[in-house]
């Protein structure tokens, strides 16, 4: 796992991307998609707890899902 959390908005330290935030409930995890998953926005043990089947698969989806 890379270290982003808190990072939320900023440049992913390894690879400038900006860090993923998902909000679920009242928690909150960030993330780097570009380096954890290679651009693919995939469920990690937390995620799948927390999303169940309804997770987006890339990048665009969260970004709909986030904005909408
Ligand atoms: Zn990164």
Known sequence: MIAVRGRFGKPCP???APV??????DRETNYCARCQTGGQVLADRVLSQLLKK???RTIEEWE???GG
């Open 14 to 16: 390894c690879c400038d």
């Open 20 to 25: 993923q935030r998902i909000l679920y409930a």
């Open 54 to 56: 309804d997770w987006p």
């Open 64 to 66: 709909q899902i986030r």
